[in-house]
């Protein structure tokens, strides 16, 4: 079983693992790629975990033993936090922010062979475009949960689409859509 620190340790790995993904540029979270357990405190403290604030130009991630609604201080275009306690379902309601249990990021789902590659479709031109090709309503496609480990992972919310792209010996590379719910 690993410690909360070593916990802390993977956990920041992969999430930085997870903005990159997202297109994000993380070239100035270095640093944090390069954290070792003899680097983290011994008690993670709320003021030690509030010390490991990112704060990117439109990317901010929060740690927080327990999540609170005073726990996100400045809103971006992707706020992220990771709390070390689950969060109660009614902390839930205000979706301006994604919200993490430590353990969800101890695995990064996309280095799994049988996990094919997601990518967000977040434009409303965009998704207009595709349902078009497709001559098919939204509530037609097949549904991914916004709460789906990789609907969560690449930041997906509900209204949007995900493009699944799916590699075969025999179809080659195929892509399919889901709608995000």
């Known amino acids: 079983m690993q410690s909360v620190q070593e916990k802390l340790v993977t956990a920041v790995g992969n ?46 991630v929060y740690f927080a033993v327990d999540f609170a609604r005073d726990t996100v201080t400045e809103l971006k275009d992707t706020t992220i936090v990771v709390c070390f306690q689950k969060p109660k379902p009614s902390a839930l309601v205000n979706k301006t922010a994604q919200v993490f249990h430590v353990d969800e990021l101890m695995i990064n789902i996309t280095k ?39 609907a969560k ?16 010996k025999q179809a080659g590379e195929f892509v399919v859509y889901r709608a995000v719910m």
Request: no cysteine; net charge negative; charged share 25%.
């Open 112 to 150: 799994n062979a049988l996990v094919p590659q997601h990518e967000r479709v977040s434009s409303k031109d965009e998704i207009k475009r595709i349902l078009a090709q497709l001559m098919a309503e939204f509530t037609q496609l097949p549904v991914i949960f916004e709460n789906d480990a990789m």
């Open 153 to 168: 992972y690449i930041g997906s919310k509900s209204g949007e689409l995900v493009r699944v792209i799916r590699k075969s």
């Open 15 to 60: 999430l930085v693992d997870m903005l990159e993904y997202r297109g994000i540029d993380v070239s100035e979270l270095a640093p944090l790629r390069a954290l070792t357990i003899d680097d983290v405190q011994k008690e993670l403290t709320p003021e030690y975990l509030k010390s490991l604030t990112i704060q990117l130009p439109t990317v901010a």
